[in-house]
């Protein structure tokens, strides 16, 4: 049985980023070449750092990986010209570090283990959430973010205070502002990543949840509405209840059934 390639394209992009960087690389840089989660990337990276080339540090509230052999080394932009993997050639006016045919062959093996892992479910907040942070005009705070997010305001600022905690973002409580390391996410690059991602039942499980909750309350204001009329308006409550309980239903039915909206554009 052959072995996965992600984790050997991740450390090879890890590696290259680091290069351009002064030996310096965080996790949330790979996202946007890469369709994992941050778990994924992290266990990866954290296995180079039991020999003496890597090590890993925390700076300035982010995680940190430090490749020595490129320490100190003058930093310029990431731009690869070849893939990180095959050492093909790579489309020149396309954002990525693969080609078509390696990302091909990484979708295929992440399809597979997301059949037991849950990394679908924490890739498409963290992908969201890092590609809003780098893209939405600064400052970018707590309410920007949320305002742009599928999630709910509650729901995106835990998740984000998670992304804090990991070490993948850094918080200015006295600004109420978000920063990332230095990255590019074009919205292009995300759409598809998302697409990718969201196909799996595990990364819409939290929005569905949203809408069965959103759905229920509105089912039962539409009752509780029909309950008041009835009374006030002295109306046949058994007639008012079972047209009523009719709206009410499809409401839910639609709402639970809704299409996911696209995050704005930026």
């Keep these: 049985m052959s072995h996965p390639i992600w984790p050997v394209v991740t450390e090879n992009l890890a590696e290259q980023l680091s290069a351009a960087q002064g030996g310096i690389v965080h996790p949330a840089q790979l996202l946007p070449y890469l369709p994992l989660s941050l778990a994924l990337i992290e266990q990866t990276l954290d296995q180079l750092t039991t020999s003496e080339r890597v090590k890993k540090q925390n700076q300035d509230g982010l995680v940190a990986y430090i490749f020595n052999e490129s320490l100190n080394k003058a930093s310029h932009t990431f ?3 070849r893939c990180v993997y095959s050492d093909e050639a790579l489309d020149e006016k396309a954002f990525t570090a693969i080609t078509p045919s390696v990302r091909k062959k990484i979708e295929a093996e992440l399809t597979n283990l997301a059949g037991n892992d849950t990394w679908p479910a924490h890739a498409v907040r963290e992908h969201e959430l890092v590609y809003l942070a780098a893209n939405l005009p600064e ?5 920007s973010i949320a305002g742009h997010s599928r999630l709910p305001f509650k729901r995106a600022e835990r998740h984000l205070s998670e992304l804090k905690r990991r070490g993948t973002l850094q918080f200015d409580s006295a600004l109420n502002t978000w920063a990332l390391p230095p ?8 759409s598809r990543q998302d697409l990718f991602i969201r196909q799996f039942p595990g990364a819409i499980k939290e929005e569905f949840e949203v809408r069965l909750v959103k759905g229920l309350s509105y089912a039962l204001g539409i009752l509780l509405l029909s309950l008041i009329v009835a009374i006030v308006a002295r109306l046949p409550f058994p007639l008012v209840f079972f047209g009523s309980l009719i709206i009410a239903f499809f409401t839910f039915i639609n709402i639970l059934k809704a299409a996911p909206q696209p995050i704005p554009e930026i």
């Design 139 to 143: 400052p970018v705070s707590t309410s």
């Design 79 to 81: 731009n690869p010209r």
């Design 183 to 190: 990255l590019r996410y074009p919205r292009t690059v995300y």
